[in-house]
């Protein structure tokens, strides 16, 4: 789930900060730049884990300012492909079960990787597992706020970086604005005995 990342980043530590050891400042510098932020094609930052090198720094005319290049690690959350994982359901819409981990909510189950068959029941907002026993169809709602277990299948990157607006862009107006996409969402699956949520699977 979690991950070290060798990272490289020249960090500008502004003359107040001289008086610190310059492994703290720069460490504060990192974490600022990085905590909790998604990086593209790398997964979202946790925190600093070390630094593994730092080069030269130098003063450049006009700025009394340090840069110095920096090697550290940084600790990333990225799930390996089909990586078992455990969160709470945010959500349920006719998009799917959306899953949070506390710290990261853009998980995604969709209805085909549900367990089967499966139903979204309109009027509680809530999808339902109608699971068949020898009495007959049992409807195993999937309640917000539950615990579930499902398997990391896929995994989108989404370039969030500024643009300038097109000529077309310009003319649209702010009711018309496109909604925001996540830079970094997980999809699952709990098609498979064992997976979903944790309630089904105990034995009382």
């Known amino acids: ?8 980043d020249t960090v500008r530590i502004p003359p107040w900060q001289f008086e610190r050891k310059l492994n703290d400042s720069i460490a504060e510098e990192l974490n600022k730049k990085l905590a909790n932020k998604v990086v593209y094609n790398v997964g979202l930052c946790i925190c600093l884990f070390d630094i593994t ?12 300012a340090s840069h110095t290049k920096v090697h550290f690690r940084y600790v990333v959350f990225h799930p390996f492909l089909d990586e078992i994982l455990i ?12 899953v949070s981990l506390g710290f990261f909510d853009d998980i995604l189950i969709p209805p085909e990787s549900l367990q089967q068959p499966a139903k979204f029941d309109e009027a509680e907002q809530v999808w339902v ?19 579930i277990r499902f398997r990391v299948v896929d995994e989108s990157f989404v370039d969030t970086s500024p643009t300038g607006p097109s000529s077309a862009e310009a003319t649209t107006s702010s009711e018309e604005l496109p909604k925001k996409e996540a830079p970094y969402t997980l999809m699952g699956s709990i098609s498979e005995p064992g997976l979903g949520l944790l309630s089904w699977w105990t034995s009382n």
Request: aromatic fraction near 12%; proline fraction near 4%.
């Open 1 to 8: 789930m979690f991950v070290l990342v060798e990272m490289v």
């Open 87 to 98: 969160g709470k359901i945010k959500g349920c819409s006719p998009e799917g079960v959306h």
């Open 129 to 147: 597992w109608e699971y068949e026993t020898e009495e007959g169809a049992h409807d195993l709602y999937m309640d917000t706020g539950e615990e």
């Open 53 to 64: 090198k730092l080069e030269d720094a130098y003063v450049f005319p006009g700025d009394g």
